[in-house]
Structures are given as C-alpha cells and as structure tokens.
C-alpha cells in the first residue's frame, strides 16, 4: 500500500506533467520557414546555373544518413534491447544480425517482382528504407519467442515473415483497399503487424514449455538493454521521418520526440505508482511506446498533441507490462518474453485510433488496424505451427546448445 505521502507526490507530478502538456498546447508553433528550407535549396539551384548540384542527390544523401540511423536502431538498439533476459545475450544479437541481414535482401527481391519500382535496376535509397522497416517488423516479432528457438529456426521464422509482411503491407496501403489510410511511421504496418505475428508464433510454438516459467535478468543485462532503449530513443525521429516530404522531416522529428518525452515521464510516474519502484523493464520498454504511438500520425499533427499521445502510450504500455501481460499469456497459453505487446501491438493501435480522429476516416482507419491484426496473427500462428514440426525442444536455448567462445 502506498502512504499518503506517495500519493500526493505522484499526484504532484501528474498534475506537473499536465501543466507543460497544456502550456505546448497552447503556446508551442511550429517554424514553418525552418520546415521549407528545402524548398529554398531548390530554388537557389533553379536560379544558379553556376550550381551543379542536382537536388534529388541532396535529398538522397540526406536519406541515406536517416536509413543508417535506422540501421543503428535494428543492430544496436533493438539487439541490446533484447539482452535483457539473463544468459541470452550471445542469441539476441546473433538473431539480430541474421534477421536484418535476411530481411533487407529478401525484402526487395520479392518486391522485384511485383512492379518497376521495386525492379533490381531502379532501387534507391528509399527502397533501402522499406525494406529497414520490413527488418524491424520482423525483429519485433521475434521478441515474442525470443529464448525459445534455435538459430535455424529464426531464420525459418525469417523467411515465412516477409511474404506475410509484404502482403499485408500491400493490402493496406497499396491495393486500394483501404485508400486514405494514415500509416506515415509505421504503426500498424511494422508496429502492429510483427508483435501480432509474435504472438501467433508463441500461441503455438511454446515447446509446452511451462507459461508461468520466470524469465530473469540482472544488472548486466539490464544495463544492455536500458543502452538498447537509449539508442531507440535517440534515432527514433529518423525512423519516422524516413519517408516523409522533405519539408515535413522537421515537423516529424519534432512530433516524435516530444511523443518520446510523453511517454517517458508517463513511464515513471505509472511503474512508481504500480510497482512503488521504478521498473526497469517499465522505463527500458514502455519509454520507447510514445515513438510507436506517434507513427501514424508523426507528419500530421502539432508537437503538444504529439506529446499527449506519447503520454497516453506510456501509460498503456506501462499498465501492459504490470496487468495486462500475466492475463494475455494465460489466454493465449504462451509467454511474450520482451512484452512486445505491450510496446508495440498496444500502442501501434492506438497510433492508428488516434489516426481516425486526425483524418475522420474511422472505417478505412479501423478496417485497416484489423486487417493488420487478423493477417498477423494467422501468419504468425502457421509460422508457429511449421517450426514446431522441427528441432523442437522442451527447455528453453542456452549458449552452450549453438555458440562456442
């Protein structure tokens, strides 16, 4: 039980945080002269024949250096992350390193053959960064059954992910189906789709091992993954303002770090008032849930509403973490062991909800959020089903079972 001096301390802070969201409310506003700088790049270059600098190649190079940032977020960040279940480590990057390796390549050759755009002879730097967020996707799914399978298996794993990935990714943004939906960071798309995915893997591919099995970490581990979650936050704007008009790359970095702000804070004060402590698994994870929520809507939205829904994340996915997970594992009968739920399929559905009341297209919204979800889990419950027919195993993978030193 918390005193009553607890309480009105974190009702303090509550109140606290409430102040400067509703002071960003109304006073912050966007620099709109900084947001076209690119368009005054383009113009001194159609004056200046002098200048022989093509401005495509500035736009490129300056996608090149967000599509590296992203790929700092999928080696360091999320392999890191990972870490965080004690005597795992050696899997988690290895696994990180084969499914961003796998993911990238396989990405663009299937997507080679679906049109010119993606044809081998027209790839750019754009299509680098599609087939980053198909590895992305992929990493978060594999956080559900992390410590559970071999190495084989996650590049099986790998290789049934992507055509499900690239099919759902059509299907809600290319076909037609659900013209008009709002997705810009990826929260349904990469967010909502691989935890989904993860969790129909594990629904199945337990190797019945017991769901009430105590996953354990310790300072070693914990510090590894509060790094991985420290580089997430960092590059997070680059993740999401990959793709976006070159004069809304300011607008987005700006939303999704204040997003990040929100659920930060909304991370302390919700695992202090749950736990009585600060969870590491609380700030490491849920932290990182306002960059998730904030995706749908990073380039169409101001900063003050940015940070309300990084706020609103934080406490989804912190109360995820605390309440929600112990419940969803016995309904499903099997153990999500980095709470990807909770950091990514929770609040990548409130991203693309939130979405609904920016656009007002609440059916092709919610008809989108479901599709995602629905596609995801059958996936992940074949992928799931396929593995366990294969070097299935009771006990849970050690070092020792692939990895020499």
């Known amino acids: 039980m918390m005193s009553n001096n607890n309480t009105k301390q974190y009702f303090a802070i509550f109140i606290l945080l409430l102040a400067i969201l509703i002071s960003f409310g ?3 506003k966007f620099n709109i002269n900084v947001a076209h700088s690119f368009e005054s790049i383009n113009a001194q270059q159609q004056v200046s024949s002098q200048n ?5 190649t500035i736009l ?3 996608q090149y250096n967000r599509s590296i940032h992203v790929l700092l977020m999928l080696l360091a960040g999320f392999g890191f992350l990972m870490v965080v279940i004690r005597g795992h480590g050696f899997q988690a990057i290895t696994a990180t390193y084969l499914m961003v390796s796998l993911a990238i390549p396989l990405y663009i050759l299937i997507k080679s053959f679906g049109g010119e755009h993606f044809a081998m ?4 730097i754009k299509t680098l960064l599609f087939a980053e967020f198909a590895a992305a996707s992929l990493l978060i799914a594999i956080g559900a059954p992390l410590g559970r399978l071999s190495m084989d298996q996650y590049l099986v794993l790998g290789l049934m992910f992507i055509p499900a990935y690239i099919f759902n990714e059509w299907l809600i943004l290319e076909s037609g189906l659900f013209k008009g939906l709002l997705d810009t960071g990826g929260s349904i798309a990469i967010h909502a789709f691989g935890a989904y995915f993860g969790l129909g893997v594990i629904t199945n591919k337990m190797h019945k091992y017991k769901t009430n099995t105590a996953w354990h970490s310790d300072d070693t581990s914990n510090v590894f ?10 590059f997070w704007p680059s993740f999401t303002s990959a793709i976006v008009e070159p004069q809304l790359v300011v607008l987005t970095a700006f939303n999704t770090i204040f997003a990040l702000c929100g659920s930060t804070l909304a991370t302390y004060v919700v695992s202090k008032i749950l736990r009585g402590k600060v969870g590491i698994e609380d700030i490491a994870n849920a932290s990182l849930a306002g960059g998730v929520a904030i995706g749908s ?3 169409s939205t101001t900063i003050g509403f940015a940070m309300f829904v990084g706020i609103m994340a934080g406490i989804l996915s912190t109360v995820g973490y605390n309440i929600i997970s112990p419940k969803l594992e016995k309904l499903i009968k099997g153990v999500d062991s980095c709470g990807i739920n909770n950091l990514h399929g929770m609040p990548g559905i409130l991203g693309g909800v939130v979405a609904a009341f920016i656009t007002g297209n609440f059916a092709i919204q919610i008809g989108g959020i479901v599709t995602t979800v629905v596609v ?5 419950n074949i992928a799931g089903k396929v593995m366990s027919l294969c070097n299935n195993k009771k006990q849970i993978y050690c070092h020792e079972d692939e990895f020499v030193g």
């Open 26 to 28: 109304l006073t912050a």
């Open 52 to 56: 022989d600098i093509n401005y495509s």
């Open 60 to 62: 490129d190079t300056l």
């Open 121 to 124: 002879d027209a790839i750019n």
């Open 225 to 234: 993954s509060l790094l991985g979650s420290v580089l997430l936050w960092v």
């Open 297 to 299: 809507i990073c380039s």
């Open 376 to 380: 995801a889990y059958i996936a992940g």
